[in-house]
């Protein structure tokens, strides 16, 4: 896959489960480190304050599963966060609703 400067993944809020988690899986390209960005909308396109992004690695070869960490969204509903991909590495965000409205 070659390399992008600027990618986006769009998932459209009326997509997305209430009360529950949404998962987003993504491989990068093996950099020293990548930044990931983005922005959590509510289903009424609304940015989503509060939502909890977590950060999972899947190892290809043997199917480990490990927490890299958590993010939360700004006032904008955006989050970001760096990370050192791996190419035997497949990246998966979960969104999780905001706590309190």
Do not use: W
């Amino acid at each position: 896959m070659p390399y992008r400067r600027n990618t986006s993944l769009l998932i459209r809020g009326d997509k997305l489960r209430c009360h529950g988690e949404n998962r987003v899986q993504m491989q990068l390209e093996c950099k020293e480190f990548q930044i990931v960005k983005g922005t959590v909308y509510q289903s009424n396109n609304v940015p989503c304050i509060g939502a909890v992004v977590q950060v999972i690695q899947r190892n290809l070869k043997d199917n480990r599963i490990e927490t890299i960490g958590y993010v939360i969204t700004g006032e904008d509903g955006g989050y970001l966060f760096s990370i050192n991909a791996k190419p035997y590495m497949l990246y998966e965000l979960i969104v999780y609703e905001p706590l309190e409205r």
